[in-house]
C-alpha cells in the first residue's frame, strides 16, 4: 500500500522559515514528486517538483528564490526548505507521486499517490 505522509507544519511570524517532509512508503520508483498546497476557498496550487530520475527540481512563480526542493533516495523521502515565509503561504501543503511524464507537471490532478497535508500558517 502506498502511503504518503507529511509533517513540519506549524504558524511562524513573516520571514521565518520551515522544512516540510513527506515520507514515502509502498512504493520507490516513481517518475516525479511533487509538493502543493491549498488556502482556504482556493484550488490546490502548484509548488515544485523534483523528475527523480534527473534529479531535477522546478519552483512556480510564487516560490522561486525562497523555496527548495530535495529528496533523501536511501530514505524515500522528500523535502521542501521554506525561507523568507509570507502571509500568502499560508496553506496546507501536500505531497504526491506523479507516474508519467507529463507536458502540464503544475497540474495536481495528474498526480496520483497524495498524503494528507501539513498546515502552514504565516502571521504577525
Known amino acids: 500500500q502506498v502511503q504518503l505522509v507529511e509533517s513540519g507544519g506549524g504558524s511562524v511570524q513573516p520571514g521565518r522559515s520551515l522544512k516540510l517532509s513527506c515520507v514515502v512508503s509502498?512504493?520507490?520508483?516513481?517518475?516525479?514528486i511533487g509538493w502543493f498546497r491549498q488556502a482556504p476557498g482556493k484550488e490546490h496550487e502548484y509548488v515544485s517538483y523534483?523528475?527523480?530520475?534527473?534529479?531535477?527540481?522546478f519552483y512556480s512563480n510564487a516560490v522561486k528564490g525562497r523555496f527548495t526542493m530535495s529528496r533523501d533516495t536511501a530514505k524515500n523521502e522528500a523535502y521542501l526548505q521554506m525561507n523568507n515565509l509570507k502571509p500568502e503561504d499560508t496553506a496546507v501543503y501536500f505531497c504526491?507521486?506523479?507516474?508519467?511524464?507529463?507536458?502540464?507537471?503544475?497540474?495536481?490532478?495528474?498526480?496520483?499517490?497524495w498524503g494528507r497535508g501539513t498546515q502552514v500558517t504565516v502571521s504577525s
Open positions: 523534483i523528475l527523480t530520475k534527473f534529479g531535477w527540481d
Open positions: 504526491a507521486i506523479r507516474d508519467q511524464p507529463t507536458a502540464t507537471p503544475e497540474r495536481y490532478s495528474l498526480y496520483t499517490k
Open positions: 509502498g512504493i520507490s520508483d516513481y517518475y516525479s
